[in-house]
């Protein structure tokens, strides 16, 4: 199947700073990533759509200025999670679709210190 | 909106012996994508198996198969011969082919396969 590649798989910060996550897809174009945040044992929450050239469209609840994605490119979708706070804690997903289905990133473990 | 189920939080099996975990889902749509994810400790999502709305025949896969209802809205996984490698979070997931392609996924079972 095909490859998504999502960078870093670790990332610890200090209160009030920025991170970003990164999302490839490697051997397929991607007009579509998804973006979850996953908590402990429970399922994967959908974070917003990111669509390639465009805006990308939230779910309901999250803060677009708190969680800024960016859709560059075919290949590249980026999650940046501003003055981050303990809080954002969490891991999150990047999801990139290609014809028929959906194939996922490694995930991202945020610690915010 | 769609949603879907997984009512059963945990559940074991022995090694080599079948296991059926359980999924329904709720739409108005007649078309649409249904899937199992497994998600092992390493947390990265693989895709075991798909199955088509259209398709009244059941998906199979190796030792995993479905059971797909359409009119009763279930979507349950059977998996043969339990393997130790199988231990992991199982999640039943639906896409819609209307909304954006996104994928609605149920809370998740967690799999646990005893030697």
């Known amino acids: 199947g095909a490859v998504v590649s999502q960078h870093p798989s670790r990332v610890i910060c200090k209160s009030g700073t920025s991170v970003k996550i990164e999302c490839r897809s490697l051997?397929?174009?991607?007009?579509?990533m998804f973006w979850y945040r996953q908590f402990p044992k429970q399922s994967l929450m959908l974070m917003a759509t990111?669509?390639?050239?465009?805006?990308?469209?939230?779910e309901q609840g999250v803060e677009k200025d708190k969680f800024l994605i960016n859709h560059a490119s075919l290949t590249l979708s980026t999650l940046t999670v501003t003055s981050a706070h303990p809080e954002d804690s969490s891991f999150y997903i990047c999801?990139?679709?290609?014809?028929?289905?959906?194939?996922f990133g490694q995930g991202t473990r945020l610690t915010v210190v | 909106a769609q949603t879907v189920t997984q009512s059963q939080p945990e559940m074991s099996v022995q090694e080599a012996e079948t296991v059926t975990l359980s999924c329904t889902y709720d739409?108005?749509?007649?078309?649409?994508?249904l899937f199992w994810y497994k998600q092992p400790p390493s947390r990265q999502m693989i895709l075991v198996i798909r199955?088509?709305?259209?398709?009244?025949q059941n998906a199979t896969e190796n030792r995993f198969s479905v059971n797909f209802q359409k009119a009763a809205k279930s979507f349950s996984l059977k998996i043969s011969d339990s393997q130790l490698g199988d231990a992991a979070m199982y999640f039943c997931?639906?896409?819609?082919?209307?909304?954006?392609?996104?994928?609605?996924f149920g809370a998740g079972t967690i799999l646990r396969v005893k030697s």
């Open positions: 739409t108005s749509e007649s078309d649409y994508y």
């Open positions: 999801s990139a679709k290609d014809r028929t289905e959906a194939f």
């Open positions: 051997d397929f174009q991607a007009t579509t």
């Open positions: 990111s669509n390639e050239g465009s805006k990308a469209t939230y």
């Open positions: 199955q088509e709305a259209y398709k009244q």
């Open positions: 997931a639906y896409r819609s082919l209307e909304y954006g392609n996104k994928l609605v």
